[in-house]
Structures are given as structure tokens and as C-alpha cells.
């Protein structure tokens, strides 16, 4: 869930799988539109669990598991179950040879064109940031499965932020989350408790930066583990926030993961966890999509549909992220 995110020190060595070989050809006709948005969605976040695609794109756990074994016998995808202290871990899954050729037709481009190795795909099981890729992209998943009226317009991964960005930031991530007419473009900061807390403060001149060369100012939410973690957090952040040359031009907000109520069926980073970094006194939490209400100087967003505004690809091979949601015609089961 995502209050309680994995740690890394609670996984072990992988145990990898393999599949039999298939025909490229074949796949033309075993694909469906959603088989194709998954391998997209591997190739822009190297890793999903088979609980965060159940979730994102299957009616039950027992038809994600079952297409998704499927896809590992036409060999578009791997897969791998980090052995946890406690408990079983989920499949994990990442993208196969095979699937990136797929990618690659679609985008009319060479599959050296997407960056993509089979190791390195494969090198996220035994990564120390494995536990962390997994809490970012669980944290999207809780976000654009949640019920009701919002939808996650834009999610852009670390790898893709930092390509762009990284002279400058390296969030986690980017998105763009839009409820009931407000749109919040926005930077996370996925803490696990393990990053030190000055080199968290220190970011924020690089957001400043960024803003400054830009013109555009993007707020930076910080989400860490406990509420206790959260106030030594934002004792750093006000010191650091205080000395930037326009504190205006970078808006903060964070949130507790233990905040979230886990009995309530989904608890999501969309509900009233937030605080900004600008409230004074004894402020009341809110909800993600009020955010934008706290900062009114807001660079205004572009009309809420899945294309406007997303990070542009850093070059003309690069593929732009996939949309947060699969296809509606998805089919298959």
C-alpha cells in the first residue's frame, strides 16, 4: 500500500524467470492496444509490479496475472520476485527484447534510438533503488486509480526528468493532476527516509534555477513516510526556502504517508495530506487539488487533455511518455 511503502533492506536477491522464444511476426496479431500501452509503460518506468498493473489497466488480479504471463511466453516482457525478509513479494516486471522491438516499430525508430538494453533492464532487480522506483511508481498508481473525479493527466518518469532537467533538478518525477477544474503540474520528491535531510533543502536552489531560467513556476511536493519525519523535514526546508532569491517562485507542499487512512479501500496521495510550506499557524491539511489555490501566482496550466503541455521529448528519436491511463478499446484478456 501506498502508507506503507517496501524498504529496500526488505528484499533479497531476485529470482529471474525466462520465457520460450517467439516470432516478432506473431506478435502482430497476439498484441492488443493495452499489451501495447504496457510495454510503453515499462520502457518509461523500467519496472511495475503485478498489483500496480492490475490496478492500472485489468478488471481483477487474476486476469492481470494471467495476460501478463502471457506476455512473458511471446517473450515482450521479463519478469523477476525479489525475495523479501517477510512475506512474498509480487511479480515484477520489465521490458523483454522482444517488447522493445515493438516499441521501437511503433515509433518508427531503431530500438538503439530508445536506449534500451536487456541488462540494464534487467540490472533494476538488483539495484539499491529498487524499492524507491517501486514507491514512486506505486505512488502514481494510488493516484490515477483513485475514485472519483480526478485524473492524472501527465507522468514522467526519473529517467525522462532527468534528461531534461538534470543540469538543473532530478526530481523522482513530473506529473499533472487535474480535479473539479484545478490542474497542478508538479515535481516528486519520493522519500523513503533514507535521504539526508540537508541535501533534500539543498534542492531547492536547483528549483529555483529552474524556475528563474524557465519562467515557469512548478510547485515541488515532498512525500515522506511519517509525520515525524515530515516536521524535521520542513524545519530544513524553511531554512533553505527563506534564502532563495524569490521563495515565491518555488512552492513546497509535503505529506505524511501515515497520514493516509488504511481502511478506507484507496488511500491515495490525492486526499487531505498536504501542507504547504507557506502555511502559517496551525494550518489544515488539504487536498491535492486544492494546492493550487494556496499559490496564486501559479504559472496557469494548459487545457486539461492529454497532450497539452507534457514534457517535450529532448530529442527527435525520443519517445514522448504514455498516456498515465490505457487505452479504452483496451480488449484482451
Request: proline content about 10%; aromatic content about 6%.
Amino acid at each position: 500500500m501506498i502508507n506503507r511503502p517496501l524498504r529496500q533492506t526488505d528484499l533479497r536477491a531476485p529470482r529471474p524467470t525466462r520465457a520460450p522464444a517467439t516470432d516478432h511476426a506473431g506478435l502482430v496479431v497476439r498484441l492488443t492496444a493495452r499489451d501495447r500501452w504496457i510495454l510503453r509503460m515499462l520502457h518509461e518506468h523500467r519496472v511495475l509490479t503485478t498489483t500496480q498493473l492490475a490496478d492500472l489497466a485489468f478488471p481483477s488480479l487474476v486476469t492481470a496475472r494471467r495476460r501478463l504471463a502471457l506476455l512473458h511466453r511471446y517473450r515482450v516482457v521479463d519478469r523477476f520476485r525479489p525475495l523479501r525478509t517477510h512475506g512474498t513479494a509480487p511479480g515484477h516486471w520489465v521490458l523483454a527484447p522482444s517488447g522493445a522491438a515493438v516499441v521501437a516499430a511503433e515509433a518508427g525508430i531503431e530500438v538503439r534510438d530508445l536506449r534500451y538494453r536487456r541488462e540494464h533492464a534487467l540490472a533494476i532487480a538488483h539495484s539499491l533503488q529498487l524499492a524507491h522506483t517501486v514507491g514512486v511508481n506505486e505512488w502514481f498508481t494510488a493516484l490515477a486509480t483513485a475514485p472519483g473525479a480526478g485524473r492524472v493527466l501527465a507522468w514522467s518518469s526519473e529517467t525522462r526528468c532527468r534528461r531534461l532537467w538534470g543540469d538543473l533538478v532530478r526530481p523522482d518525477s513530473y506529473g499533472r493532476y487535474t480535479h473539479s477544474g484545478a490542474t497542478l503540474d508538479f515535481f516528486l520528491e519520493f522519500d523513503l527516509g533514507t535521504v539526508n535531510l540537508s541535501s533534500v533543502g539543498g534542492k531547492l536552489t536547483g528549483y529555483a534555477e529552474l524556475a528563474r531560467s524557465t519562467g515557469i513556476i512548478t510547485p515541488v511536493l515532498l512525500w515522506v513516510p511519517t509525520t515525524g519525519r515530515e516536521t524535521t523535514l520542513r524545519r530544513a526546508l524553511l531554512d533553505s526556502w527563506r534564502t532563495l532569491p524569490d521563495p515565491a517562485a518555488v512552492p513546497v507542499a509535503t505529506a505524511a504517508a501515515e497520514l493516509l487512512d488504511d481502511t478506507e479501500p484507496h488511500p491515495s496521495p490525492a486526499d487531505r495530506v498536504w501542507l504547504p510550506l507557506n502555511a502559517t499557524g496551525v494550518a489544515e491539511r488539504i487536498a491535492l487539488h486544492h494546492l493550487p489555490a494556496s499559490w496564486p501566482h501559479l504559472t496557469p496550466s494548459p487545457p486539461s487533455n492529454d497532450d497539452a503541455g507534457l514534457p517535450a521529448p529532448g530529442e527527435p528519436t525520443e519517445l514522448p511518455p504514455p498516456s498515465p491511463t490505457p487505452p479504452s478499446s483496451a480488449g484482451g484478456q
